[in-house]
């Protein structure tokens, strides 16, 4: 469902282990602590950090609970603009740790109708920034007053513009209710939770955004405000003159994502992992419901020239989007990584799959029992490559250490005897760092039940890393993302044909039927905009 993506860090270049569950691998290869340098080697530091973090999210929450029992008008005065300055904070970390989606067109475009909904509500003469973020989830959130973000990956399944708005209606609702402070005040466990979670899965801005709460911003806010959230929401949109039927075409999208996930889930014999979002988990505003927002906004009879949905326009709009990874990210095409902002590829055996995570690149074989991550990191400018291995792997017990030299880039490897995610933490993990630019690749290789202290993949480990090098110009053009392309049908199309084109390993045609809202069987009617990947 989610193709692959390496992209460094904006933060000091650095690259650490990506907070996004993996539930086929342990999860413990997804931590790492960028603050000690560590990859996937040491649970131990976990705990206590963990901990800390735990500390200040309960004092923030703490003090906000006070201001809640003390309520008087300069105190809600004071809570309104700590809440905006809490949420502008929180903006530059969220911009940080996801990228802004490059395409100024497409963000005027979202920000127009935000605007537009937005001056249907309660805070109409609030000043109202909508932002594309660049990361392919399904999602959108809010912080708080008054800032709305949108995954570029949820434009792509949306087909109008009115479904737009119904998005956005949503999220503009959660603020004028209020439901981002009441999760302040009323969710302090699981803001400690979120901390814990991203404390444990090591990214530093994900752990960043974990601290003022963001995890539990993105995960939606619990029934009872979800099902407040479309009931306003919807007013906001139908007073905006939205075709009202579209909310629930926005709630078919995220069903039939799910009925995938559970088909496919079936066929693979694992758990499905159902979206746990803003839509997937409460009714969708039903007949009635849509009777109340159209009597709410005076508009039984439909807007002077009628309802907006403006199919076409929101087609056009999102024509070119990045799909899966994005340049800046690093392109996967098979077992190579292409990253044309760092100038580098890599390629793995093949056969192993590759997976292109917010902070790390990790590769395993098919039988998940050998595996690999890359993460790229600063180095102090007066530290060799081994002093900054030491540094990296400080208080490990090291062996066979020594320089190497990999296509004119300096390096050195060495083992640690313990480390290994596939054994909990007792097997051996093959190191390797090389200086390229300003950047330290950092290599780690495990497999399982190895014996002694020596990887039993050693030797693959090191040909890995020796496939490192500068990208060939010829090559820069597989360093291009995937795009979304707008077509139109005639009699003879056939979606099926596109399929091949996908850059999904897996369901191709499934996926296509899906951005398309025809999975799973729905038929493409002649003369309408359909999308594409190419
Ligand atoms: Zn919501």
């Not at 996937?40 to 923030?60: I, Q």
């Not at 400080?394 to 250490?401: D, E, H, K, Q």
């Not at 050693?458 to 993302?481: C, H, I, M, Q, W």
């Not at 979606?495 to 809202?517: F, S």
């Amino acid at each position: 469902m989610r193709p692959d993506r390496f992209r460094p860090s904006a933060r000091q270049g650095a690259l650490s282990f990506l907070g996004r569950a993996h539930p086929d691998l342990p999860e413990l290869l997804l931590a790492s602590s960028r603050q000690n340098g560590r990859g996937f080697l040491d649970r131990r530091m976990k705990p206590s950090r963990a901990l800390a973090t735990l500390f200040v999210a309960m004092t923030v929450a703490l003090a906000s609970l006070q201001l809640d029992a003390q309520s008087s008008s300069r105190k809600q005065t004071e809570r309104k603009s700590q809440e905006s300055s809490s949420s502008r904070k929180a903006h530059e970390k969220i911009l940080k740790a996801y990228g802004v989606y490059e395409n100024q067109a497409l963000q005027d475009y979202v920000s127009e109708i935000g605007q537009r909904v937005a001056r249907q509500s309660s805070l109409a003469d609030q000043e109202w920034k909508f932002v594309v973020l660049d990361d392919d989830s399904i999602n959108a959130f809010t912080t708080g007053c008054c800032y709305v973000y949108l995954h570029r990956g949820l434009l792509i399944h949306l087909n109008s513009e009115a479904e737009l708005a119904s998005v956005l209606g949503h999220e503009v609702a959660h603020v004028t209710a209020k439901h981002p402070q009441k999760r302040m005040t009323r969710g302090v466990l699981a803001s400690l939770a979120a901390a814990a979670a991203a404390i444990y899965t090591g990214s530093g801005a994900v752990a960043d955004l974990a601290n003022l709460g963001a995890t539990a911003w993105m995960r939606g806010y619990g029934r009872e405000n979800e099902l407040e959230a479309d009931r306003i929401g919807l007013q906001y949109s139908v007073r905006a003159g939205y075709r009202p039927e579209a909310m629930g075409e926005v709630f078919d999208m995220f069903r039939r994502g799910e009925r995938f996930e559970i088909d496919r889930a079936r066929a693979e014999g694992r758990e499905p992992r159902v979206y746990h979002g803003m839509f997937s988990s409460h009714p969708a505003p039903d007949a009635r419901a849509v009777q109340a927002a159209k009597a709410a906004a005076n508009l039984e009879a439909g807007p002077e020239g009628g309802w907006v949905d403006n199919r076409e326009r929101y087609m056009k709009a999102i024509d070119g989007l990045t799909y899966g990874s994005s340049r800046a990210q690093g392109i996967v095409r098979g077992n190579r990584l292409y990253h044309a902002e760092l100038g580098i590829t890599v390629a793995f055996p093949k056969a192993w799959t590759v997976e292109n995570q917010r902070d790390a690149l990790i590769a395993y074989t098919p039988s998940k029992d050998t595996l690999m991550q890359i993460t790229l990191r600063d180095y102090p400018p007066t530290m060799g490559p081994r002093e900054f291995l030491f540094s990296q792997l400080r208080g490990a017990t090291l062996s066979g250490g020594e320089p190497i030299q990999i296509n004119g880039m300096e390096g050195y490897t060495a083992r640690t005897t313990s480390g290994s995610p596939l054994d909990n933490g007792a097997g051996p993990v093959r190191w390797v760092v090389l200086y390229r630019g300003k950047s330290a690749y950092l290599f780690a290789g495990a497999s399982r039940s190895s014996r002694g202290a020596v990887p039993e993949a050693d030797g693959l480990f090191l040909s890995v890393a020796e496939t490192l090098r500068a990208l060939k110009p010829s090559e820069y053009p597989l360093a291009e993302p995937y795009r979304l392309r707008i077509r139109t049908s005639t009699a003879d199309t056939r979606l099926e044909d596109y399929a091949d084109d996908m850059p999904v390993e897996k369901y191709p045609r499934e996926e296509l039927m899906l951005i398309n809202g025809l999975y799973p069987n729905r038929k493409l009617q002649p003369g309408t905009l359909y999308k594409v990947v190419e």
